[in-house]
């Protein structure tokens, strides 16, 4: 029987981890992720999994084993944040170029510098044309059904692609919260056996892994990976819905909170959007008609999805925990405008930057917001497209 | 059966890397990957570092590699199987596959003494049952020939050029074999394809060792060196008998020189015939060259003494 818990998400995803039982996993400590392998090696240590730990001298070497692992052939996962993704770079590209579907959790962190071990999403914005599928979570009920759904998807015989699951770091990675966790062997029975495609240990058929595509075909090969991410969105859906089976709980490609009627929204990813969407409470009961959409598959982003679900707005204001340098707005405004922009009628779009370097987002925050919306609603003026908000001047 | 290292017994072997590979006329890598994946009585699955062996063996649709084979990137080869081999430790425990495997890593010496050296030292300390084999052409070919740590004292190359005011690499090389045994392995070596029999032992050795292996062998460049491209074999050779790369092992910390030159040459006679070294031949530099024997004379004393000999 499924069994409710208190537990931090570092601890939900660890406990996920266990129940998905990888044969390999290669990692590297960084805060705040540390605590995930942490717990996690204590489950080698105790025989509560079959894993074999690869415990490296860098992120880059982690991201290394876990690509040499995948292509040995078996399930193979890491943890990560900050740093540590920007040290994995290159091997982020490769894991993606190789079609390997590697399941990392990304527990998001500030980039240096200044140094900084807080929660932002500078971390995953920067990893998000990498070619990895990413799944962003609100809480810790999310981190952990994304991570058991991460394996299914990335695993999938129309996708074999790496996925990564992005939590809060410290705001959701080390808060207990009341948690659900599913039986071990609902979780077992839901992520499948794998099997690697074109294993380096079936000796009997070698396979080169890796090799030099010049330019009469190199390009031919990224087409094909294009295409592949386009396959995603139905596989989330899917997986989503086995579930649900399962859970009770209902997954899609984002999260809308009361934006059916609605004519402000907000957008905003992971663990701020909780805090938003009591303040749209406040604001519905004042008989303003105010929503919100939360993305979770960000990479593919659903665009057509999103816009549809966007249109008919009078003000959106996208709120980013990640600044795009001298790129003029946030990333994820970028997206919000790329998938508005095919129609003709379409919602007053803000942008503003919050909550860099772990910096609280408060509800008085949401409230400033939804005020602004509300009067670029009535007046059809925006006064200034971007800001920074919760900042000294 | 073991097949015995004769010519015989070998030529009966198949080559598992096949001719047509894109390697230059006259490389000396592609002969010490061929006598090393000879010598191995286990069948094998290699990790290659990006290098010239990389992109000349394996360019899409092609490859020449006829055993399992994964390049990854270039500074993590040894990461790379050390993934390889943990995942065949899993399955094996699971008793999803039971054949008896090893795993061997390919490195130039960028990818092994500089780039990938973070990563190899972690390898080793970390205890995979693997033999990282570098084959050091002393510079980064692959790019052009540049300087690297393996390149040795005088070099020219297009990073460290012999000019009027600087007369090529003024740095000594790193000792990469001493380095890898002071991580405390069970094998280190030193090889050179001119002496093939003595490689195919040790290749033959390490393998039979559980554990962390690590062989460095000598391999010419005729396009780095500036030698003529039937001279790999012959330049190697000379590395040896000049005891500018010498010959010895080092099994569970016993260091043992397997090959003692009846009389050591001058290190002239390797360096003569290399380009690459053809300024400190002008009178002016006749210092560096002197420099550059004591270095040598220094080292192969020290290694003398390290195996008790001297």
Redesign the interface.
């Known amino acids: 029987m499924a069994k409710v818990v208190a537990a931090t998400g570092n601890e939900a995803v660890a406990d996920a981890l266990r129940q998905v039982n990888p044969?390999?996993s290669?990692a590297y400590p960084i805060t705040p992720a540390t605590d995930i392998m942490q717990r996690f090696t204590s489950f080698v240590s105790n025989g509560k999994v079959?894993?074999?730990m690869?415990?490296?001298?860098?992120e880059?070497?982690a991201m290394?084993?876990?690509?040499?692992?995948?292509?040995?052939?078996?399930r193979?996962m890491t943890a990560t944040s900050s740093q540590g993704l920007a040290l994995m770079w290159?091997?982020l590209f490769?894991a993606s170029g190789t079609r390997l579907p590697i399941v990392m959790a990304l527990v998001n962190r500030a980039l240096s510098a200044p140094l900084n071990i807080h929660g932002d999403h500078s971390d995953g914005m920067g990893a998000r044309d990498c070619g990895w599928i990413q799944l962003w979570s609100e809480n810790g009920q999310e981190a952990y059904d994304n991570t058991i759904q991460a394996f299914r998807i990335a695993e999938h015989m129309d996708i074999r692609l790496p996925a990564m699951v992005c939590l809060d770091g410290f705001i959701i990675s080390h808060s207990i919260e009341r948690i659900e966790y599913l039986d071990d062997a609902a979780v077992k029975n839901f992520v499948r056996e794998f099997r690697q495609l074109y294993p380096?240990?079936?000796?009997e058929h070698?396979?080169?892994?890796?090799?030099?595509?010049?330019p009469d075909?190199y390009m031919e090969f990224r087409r094909a990976q294009a295409e592949v991410m386009t396959k995603v969105p139905k596989v989330v859906l899917d997986v989503a819905k086995d579930f649900e089976k399962i859970s009770g709980r209902k997954y899609g490609l984002f999260e809308t909170y009361r934006l059916d009627d609605a004519e402000v929204a907000l957008v905003i990813l992971n663990s701020a959007a909780g805090t938003s969407k009591d303040v749209i409470d406040s604001f519905r009961e004042k008989g303003i008609k105010a929503g919100l959409l939360k993305p979770r598959l960000y990479r593919p982003f659903p665009y057509e999805e999103v816009g549809n679900a966007l249109k008919n707005l009078k003000a959106v204001c996208v709120l980013d925990r990640a600044d795009a340098f001298g790129g003029s707005y946030g990333p994820m405004f970028a997206d919000i405008a790329a998938s508005l922009y095919p129609y003709r009628e379409r919602p007053l779009l803000i942008n503003k930057i919050y909550g860099l370097g772990g910096r609280d987002y408060m509800p008085s925050h949401a409230e400033l917001v939804l005020n602004e919306l509300v009067e670029i609603a009535k007046t059809g003026k925006a006064k200034t497209l971007k800001e920074y908000i919760g900042v000294r001047e | 059966m073991a097949t015995g290292l004769t010519l015989k017994e070998l030529s009966k072997k198949e080559m598992l890397l096949t001719a047509g590979h894109r390697m230059c006329a006259g490389c000396g890598a592609p002969i010490v990957v061929k006598m090393v994946l000879l010598a191995s009585e286990y069948p094998l699955i290699a990790a290659n570092a990006t290098g010239c062996l990389e992109v000349s063996t394996c360019i899409s649709e092609y490859t020449a590699w006829k055993i399992p084979w994964i390049h990854n990137a270039f500074e993590n080869a040894a990461a790379t199987i050390s993934g390889v081999e943990t995942m065949y430790r899993s399955l094996k425990k699971q008793g999803k596959i039971d054949k008896e495997i090893k795993f061997i890593a390919f490195g130039g010496d960028g990818g092994t003494y500089d780039i990938g050296l973070q990563s190899l030292s972690g390898a080793m300390e970390r205890g995979h049952d693997m033999l990282y084999v570098c084959y050091d052409n002393g510079a980064y070919m692959n790019t052009g020939i540049q300087r690297s740590s393996a390149t040795p004292f005088g070099a020219d190359t297009t990073t460290c050029p012999a000019g009027d005011v600087i007369q090529g690499k003024p740095q000594q090389r790193k000792d990469m074999t001493r380095i890898m045994a002071a991580h405390g392995i069970p094998y280190v070596a030193q090889a050179s394809p001119s002496h093939w029999m003595d490689l195919m032992k040790k290749v033959r050795k390490a393998l039979d060792i559980k554990g962390p292996k690590f062989m460095n062998i000598i391999s010419p460049c005729n396009r780095g060196w500036r030698s003529r491209t039937d001279d790999a074999i012959m330049l190697s050779k000379l590395a040896v008998e000049t005891c500018y790369w010498p010959l010895y092992e080092i099994e569970n910390g016993v260091t043992k020189v397997t090959f003692k030159p009846k009389e050591k040459k001058p290190l002239k006679d390797f360096i003569k015939p290399q380009g690459r070294f053809k300024h400190l031949f002008s009178p002016e530099n006749e210092g560096m060259l002197k420099t550059f024997q004591e270095m040598i004379d220094r080292e192969w004393e020290a290694l003398l003494k390290a195996s008790g000999a001297e």
Do not use: F
């Open positions: 044969d390999v290669s079959k894993t074999e690869i415990l490296v001298e860098s880059h070497s290394s084993g876990c690509i040499g692992a995948s292509a040995a052939g078996g193979v290159e091997e490769i380096l240990l079936d000796m070698p396979v080169s892994y890796g090799p030099l595509i010049l075909y």
